[in-house]
């Protein structure tokens, strides 16, 4: 395992390693760098990707470095961090389709990219037959929009029924209808986590379905379903653009009868995916400040 260590002018220091969880993947010209540990990703050149592997960091990509891709314990192992909690908990991304076009969707790129197969399938649930070590299973399932691919969700939870298993996921909200909720409640469903990033108008500007249309009202309709029988935890985006609107998204919800849900409140750093869309984002110098106002 190749070894990289770093200052702020990318000389070699002795306390830092490139983690190693850190994996290439090919992407036409450009790389994906990923952290599996982390779930961080960073597009790169091949011109960034040979530097790095020359033990450089490219320029203006320090902070972003800090994100996970670089460790400051060696030592660090998946088996110490994720094997031995008392839950063991997952992740499978079922597709990269989805039926929203989010002004500032990274994954865009990737869409028509096929849906997970039956081979991935069988290997997660050898995986978590072999690692669970009896231990409470909770998976998550992520897209893309991961309810486009229900199929494989109830696959995997009907292979899993004989373990303490449950599962979560991570939806823009559309399509998890009543008939839906309670039909993936029956399969183990009881963590949803869904974006809102502002009252209607601020949200649809950002988050709408791939014709356009707005996706706000029919969240709200969802929720208040789900709100019910699901641990709904509400991310909220939060940048220069929306955050003198959480106040007026806190009251209609409210009016819509949502107050049994969880607001996680998510200020937008640098975009690992160096997302043009994304450009009113706040500095992390900042960070402290607007968290104050918001
Ligand atoms: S919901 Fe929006 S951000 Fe999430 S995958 Fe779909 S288009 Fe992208």
């Not at 609107?245 to 107050?259: M, R, T, V, Y």
Request: hydrophobic share 35%; proline share 2%; net charge negative.
């Amino acid at each position: 395992m190749q070894v990289w260590l770093f200052t702020k002018l990318g000389k070699l220091m002795p306390q830092q390693f490139f983690s190693n969880y850190n994996i290439f993947i090919k992407d036409n010209d450009d790389y994906i760098l990923f952290n599996t540990l982390t779930g961080y990703a960073l597009r790169l050149s091949g011109y960034e990707k040979s530097m790095i592997e020359n033990g450089d960091i490219p320029g203006g990509l320090e902070d972003l470095f800090n994100e996970g891709f670089i460790t400051s314990d060696i030592n660090i192992i998946f088996d110490n961090l994720t094997l031995k909690k008392n839950v063991f908990e997952p992740t499978l991304l079922l597709t990269y389709n989805c039926n929203f076009d989010c002004s500032y969707c990274f994954q865009k790129d990737y869409r028509n990219r096929s849906y997970v197969n039956n081979d991935v399938i069988d290997g997660f649930v050898n995986y978590i037959n072999k690692n669970n070590n009896g231990r409470k299973t909770r998976v998550t399932f992520f897209g893309g929009e991961p309810l486009l691919n229900i199929r494989a969700i109830k696959e995997v939870s009907e292979r899993l029924k004989n373990i303490n298993y449950e599962f979560s996921i991570v939806t823009n909200g559309s399509l998890l209808t009543e008939n839906i909720a309670n039909d993936l409640y029956s399969y183990g469903l009881r963590y949803v986590q869904i974006t809102l990033d502002g009252p209607e108008d601020v949200h649809n500007k950002r988050r709408y379905f791939e014709n356009g249309r707005g996706s706000f009202n029919i969240i709200m309709k969802n929720l208040k379903y789900a709100q019910n029988i699901f641990n709904v935890v509400l991310r909220v985006n939060i940048d220069y653009s929306n955050e003198n609107e959480i106040d007026k998204l806190l009251e209609d919800l409210k009016l819509n009868g949502i107050e049994n849900v969880r607001i996680d409140p998510h200020i937008v750093h640098e975009n690992l995916f160096r997302n043009e869309a994304w450009d009113e984002n706040i500095p992390r110098k900042n960070e402290h400040m607007e968290i104050k106002n918001i």
